[in-house]
C-alpha cells in the first residue's frame, strides 16, 4: 500500500516538518517502496527510517554538522488524535502501571530509556486476526543514590 506522490504538508503529521522530509516522503511514495526496503537499501533498521523520515532519529554527529539538522521528538497534541498513536497512548495509560511493576520487580528501582532502545514492528498471524507486536528493547537505568 502506497501513499499519494504529493504529500499534504499542511496536515499532521507533515506540517512541521522541514520541506526535506517531505521531500523523502514524496520520493518513497512516487517509487512505491517500504521504509523496510529503504532500510535494506542502506544497512538500517526500519523503525530508524521511519523516524528519520518524522525528523526524530539521531543521525552521526558528522551528519547533523553537514546538513545543518538536528531531531525534532515528540508526540504532538495530547491526548493524541492519530487512532495509531492514540492507541498506543492508551496502552500505556492501561497497562503502564503494571508494567513498572514488573520492570521494577525484575530490574530493582529505574527506568527502561527510550534513549538507548530498539524497536521492532512486527506481524504475527492469528486466528483472530492478525496481531502488530510491538517490541521496545531499552536499556535498564537504575535511578541513583545521592
Request: proline share 8%.
Amino acid at each position: 500500500m502506497s501513499q499519494a506522490s504529493t504529500i499534504p504538508s499542511s496536515i499532521a503529521p507533515y506540517a512541521n516538518l522541514p520541506s526535506a522530509n517531505s521531500k523523502l516522503f514524496e520520493a518513497k511514495a512516487k517509487k512505491g517502496i517500504t521504509f523496510d526496503a529503504i532500510a535494506k537499501a542502506i544497512g538500517k533498521d526500519e523503525v530508524w527510517v521511519a523516524a528519520a523520515f518524522y525528523g526524530q532519529a539521531k543521525f552521526t554527529e558528522e551528519d547533523s554538522r553537514k546538513y545543518h539538522w538536528w531531531p525534532n521528538r515528540g508526540l504532538g497534541p495530547m491526548p493524541p488524535t492519530d487512532p495509531v498513536i492514540y492507541r498506543l497512548y492508551d496502552s500505556v495509560l492501561v497497562y503502564g502501571t503494571a508494567i513498572k511493576a514488573i520492570i521494577h520487580e525484575k530490574f530493582g528501582d529505574g527506568i527502561m530509556s527510550m534513549i538507548d532502545c530498539k524497536v521492532t514492528v512486527e506481524r504475527k498471524p492469528d486466528p483472530k486476526g492478525d496481531r502488530a507486536v510491538l517490541t521496545f528493547g531499552g536499556k535498564f537505568l537504575p535511578y541513583a543514590k545521592w
